[in-house]
T-cell receptor
């Protein structure tokens, strides 16, 4: 158990819908990352937050947004969902720069 | 810009034989390097990390990796493969700049390790 909690574990939704994925980092970790893993794209970095502020942005679509709350949990919002958004979404957390990140078990999103 | 290249997308070994998973990186700064393992339908687990201390890094489950700056490599090895080692392995480089918690992890494409009896 990495200490990073993601909910829900599985999510099935229809095209055009909006979903919210939630992540609770390890106790004491200030940094949260979101990654998308799909068969054709591999593991893609989406976005990083540090202590509530956005720090780095990767290949995140405009239909996607995220935030980190004062209690350090984070949410990833996916809207206007398309079939191609079906993937595993991972959250990870770390204490600081150049430190290892600990990953949650992921949320498997299926868009039908 | 930082990048990671895992030289083999698939590696197949027999149980009890050595494992070598190759990784080359590119970094403009002093990098931190990691290997993660992902078993089917599981999250990613940290195997080991290099953060500018000893160049030979020992990790969990008998894995180790050697940082070679001259070759910009960070290959993962294990003397004797076990069936339970079958998984996908990711080499990761971390941006070495300090910017108040900035820590972008760049993942390689992954190497799928198969272990045969």
């Amino acid at each position: 158990d990495s200490g990073v909690t993601q909910t829900p574990k599985h999510l099935i939704t229809a095209t055009g819908q909006r979903v919210t994925l939630r992540c609770s980092p390890r106790s004491g970790d200030l940094s949260v990352y979101w990654y998308q893993q799909s068969l054709d794209q591999g593991l893609q970095f989406l976005i990083q937050y540090y202590n509530g502020e956005e720090r780095a942005k990767g290949n995140i679509l405009e239909r996607f947004s995220a935030q980190q709350f004062p209690d350090l949990h984070s949410e990833l919002n996916l809207s206007s969902l398309e079939l191609g958004d079906s993937a595993l979404y991972f959250c990870a957390s770390s204490v600081e720069m150049n430190t290892e990140a600990f990953f949650g078990q992921g949320t498997r999103l299926t868009v039908v | 810009a930082q990048s990671v290249t895992q030289l083999d997308s698939h590696v197949s070994v027999s149980e009890g034989t050595p494992v070598l998973l190759r990784c080359n990186y590119s970094s403009s700064y002093s990098p931190s390097l990691f290997w993660y393992v992902q078993h089917p339908n599981k999250g990613l687990q940290l195997l080991l990390k290099y953060t500018s201390a000893a160049t030979l890094v020992k990790g969990i489950n008998g894995f180790e990796a050697e940082f070679k700056k001259s070759e910009t490599s960070f290959h993962l090895t294990k003397p004797s493969a076990h069936m339970s080692d079958a998984a996908e392995y990711f080499c990761v480089v971390s941006d070495g700049r300090f910017s108040g918690g900035y820590n972008k992890l760049i993942f390689g494409a992954g190497t799928r390790l198969a272990v045969h009896p």
